[in-house]
């Protein structure tokens, strides 16, 4: 990864829908399927590429370690499989967000490579900060949620969006983590309802 | 676990500062060494037995698995590293909660037990269930904090303390595991604030 970030970033500048798309399509699938079955810290780039159908030479050239590989996984489903909602209103966008990300995050493969990626931080720095750059990634995102709302009024400038979020996805996703059970509708919605009265709080206050 | 509960349920009951409570002291510390050293599923009851300086027979006869004693180990921790703070301020009790739960989950050996329970959950029942029950326990405690405000009229009725504890923690806990680095000041000051703010308003609206 941080031997070699160009080729890794290069990836989305490839023409959509090529060759070049459909072997990186089969290479990440390989790799959530790799994680799934062994974990981490047994993945190895040639049994992606056994698994992708790809030779190793093309593998190695393009991504060239494990961690710029998973790196390029969690980059590519933070922007996949979360799309941002803009509804119009803050409940509503938060409500749609947590579903999704508690639907996505509790989905057995992507699950797999959470427990995966949280369990090697500690041992290997590139995969630290790799889950670092997705975080702020997607978080990043995700806090033009509250940035529209600051927008509209509903929500006081100051307010820090990441931090929003955070505090909407993080009792959610720990939930999960902990107990292996998705939190269930009533929960999302009680934990939107908190932070929501919380952020328009300061607005009224403010004004 | 599931095996023998009455084993790990009788530990509590025993004389406290004598023989047995070294021993499980002693038990309980070589466990965290072992996990921050191998990991969960490399963790053996005979080389914890060999680090605790306990014959392996003390430690099969009261524990009896893996399971059981990280499950001590989570209990033990529950209500040993995090006091419950009563400072008859709901802002105040949830700052100095937030702030102890910070320290402990970002020390070193106890960083390595969370990761180590998070990436076992879905291979191991047992390992899962014992997870559940050391957050349902810190949870039902800490939610003490929500009771009392609500038992002072600082907060409404109806509110879900376990929730209300959970959406402090979890964005600050969550950050810690996808990090590596603990979260600062401000920012447990902020995520605190606006769960405050939150559970206050419903109290104002209902009056």
């Known amino acids: 990864l941080a031997a070699n970030p160009a080729k890794a970033r290069s990836a989305p500048r490839r023409r959509p829908g090529g060759r070049s798309a459909r072997v990186r399509e089969a290479v990440l699938a390989a790799t959530v399927q790799e994680l799934a079955a062994v974990g981490y810290s047994d993945l190895s780039l ?31 489903r933070a922007s996949r499989e979360v799309p941002v909602p803009d509804t119009g209103s803050l409940r509503e966008d938060l409500l749609q967000l947590a579903r999704r990300a508690v639907a996505t995050a509790s989905s057995p493969d992507i699950e797999a490579v959470v427990r995966a990626v949280l369990s090697g931080i500690r041992q290997d720095p590139e995969l630290a ?79």
């Open 46 to 76: 040639e049994s992606v590429a056994r698994r992708a159908g790809v030779h190793r030479t093309t593998l190695f050239r393009r991504w060239g370690s494990r961690e710029a590989l998973v790196l390029d996984l969690m980059l590519e």
């Open 129 to 207: 900060e790799a889950s670092n750059q997705f975080w702020d990634k997607r978080m990043s995102l995700d806090g033009a949620i509250v940035e529209r709302a600051v927008a509209r009024g509903e929500v006081a400038a100051g307010v820090n969006p990441r931090l929003v979020i955070e505090t909407v996805l993080g009792p959610l996703h720990l939930r999960l983590l902990v107990s292996g059970n998705a939190p269930e509708e009533a929960e999302i919605a009680h934990v939107v309802d908190l932070v929501v009265d919380g952020v328009t709080r300061r607005r009224n206050d403010a004004a």
